[in-house]
């Protein structure tokens, strides 16, 4: 059974800095995608950044470029996002989500994120101005 759990959001202050965790168990995550999205009230998911575990290409929103970093930690099957110089409209509840045994670095920047099968429960980041 696919589990993933997110931790690491909170209240910053534009400018700050978080970085999320995303620790994933029940299969391992090589040759898979795995992604960071969020969720503004009123708006629709969007992709953040995603990862193909396999060669560790990645991929970013033109929102987050420059600013947030994507990686991962294939020893401790976990996932992170470091994201700085934060702005108030990347407040949103962050998910991690994950396409196991993709099997090519595709997917995980093509795939519509409504046929990633599974997902955290979230975590909320707010950037206050």
């Known amino acids: 059974q696919v589990r993933l759990v997110e931790s690491g959001g909170g209240a910053v202050q534009a400018g700050g800095s978080l970085r999320l965790s995303c620790v994933a168990s029940?299969?391992?995550?090589?040759?898979?995608?795995m992604g960071w999205f969020r969720r503004a009230p009123g708006k629709e998911r969007e992709r953040v950044a995603s990862?193909?575990?396999?060669?560790?290409?990645?991929y970013y929103a033109d929102s987050v470029k420059g600013r947030f970093t994507i990686s991962q930690d294939n020893a401790q099957n976990t996932l992170y996002l470091q994201m700085n110089s934060l702005k108030p409209e990347d407040t949103a509840m962050y998910y991690c989500?994950?396409?196991?045994?993709?099997?090519?670095?595709?997917?995980?920047?093509?795939?519509?994120?409504?046929?990633?099968?599974?997902w955290g429960q979230g975590t909320q980041v707010t950037v206050s101005s």
């Open positions: 989500a994950t396409l196991p045994y993709a099997g090519v670095p595709g997917p995980c920047q093509y795939r519509n994120s409504n046929s990633w099968p599974y």
């Open positions: 990862i193909y575990t396999g060669s560790g290409n990645t």
């Open positions: 029940g299969y391992t995550a090589s040759s898979s995608c």
